[in-house]
């Protein structure tokens, strides 16, 4: 166990629907990582947020957005959801916010868009 | 932007071999090369990392290789064993940015 929690583990949905991903921090991070990982492929970078703020940004959908809220935990919307979302979306985080230290995952959440 | 190549993208060993998985990144301002096992249905976890100040690290049967000047490093696991088949992902970041990983190696040992 990482310390890193995901909620859902599993979300089925409809194409066009909104859904909300969340992700709880291992005690003492302050950055929040999410990625997407599509079937038998590697993991896409989203987006970093750090003690709130947005940090870096990957190639991640105008679609999709994401917070960081003062408790340190974070959220993962993704909006006007296509076949093609369906993916495990994980949440990582790390105790500083340059990126020189071991990201935690968490079990991650997958999402089915049918 | 940065790009991270991965290969293989499939490694078959004999139990007790070596394996060896090499990456290349595209910006030279990245300083911080971590590798990720990825076992099936699992999370991704650190199995070592290395740093742009040091060539080489080494952690039991793991070990990583840097070369800055060329943009390559490389994973080596010795006397593979069965439970070392997964997925590995090697992984490049910049300072204050964001970290791209390689698209994986499948690795299978056979027993």
């Known amino acids: 166990d990482s310390g890193v929690t995901q909620t859902p583990k599993h979300l089925i949905t409809a194409t066009g629907q909104r859904v909300t991903l969340r992700c709880s921090p291992r005690s003492g991070d302050l950055s929040v990582y999410w990625y997407q990982q599509s079937l038998d492929q590697g993991l896409q970078f989203l987006i970093q947020?750090?003690?709130?703020?947005?940090?870096a940004k990957g190639n991640i959908l105008e679609r999709f957005s994401a917070q960081q809220f003062p408790d340190l935990h974070s959220e993962l919307n993704l909006s006007s959801l296509e076949l093609g979302d369906s993916a495990l979306y994980f949440c990582a985080s790390s105790v500083e916010g340059a990126g020189f230290s071991e990201q935690f995952f968490g079990p991650g959440t997958r999402l089915t868009v049918l | 932007g940065e790009n991270v190549e991965q290969h293989p993208s499939t490694l078959s060993v004999q139990e007790g071999d070596s394996a060896v998985i090499k990456c290349t990144y595209s910006d030279s301002a990245s300083n911080y090369f971590p590798w990720y096992k990825q076992e099936l249905g699992k999370r991704p976890q650190l199995i070592i990392d290395i740093r742009s100040n040091v060539g080489e690290k080494k952690d039991q049967r793991i070990a990583v290789t840097l070369n800055k000047t060329a943009k390559h490093f490389s994973l080596h696991i010795t006397e593979t064993q069965p439970e070392d088949s997964a997925v590995y992902f090697c992984?490049?970041?910049?300072?204050?940015?964001?970290?791209?990983f390689g698209a994986g190696t499948r690795l299978f040992v056979k027993a």
């Open positions: 992984a490049a970041t910049l300072p204050f940015f964001k970290t791209i």
């Open positions: 947020y750090y003690n709130g703020e947005e940090r």
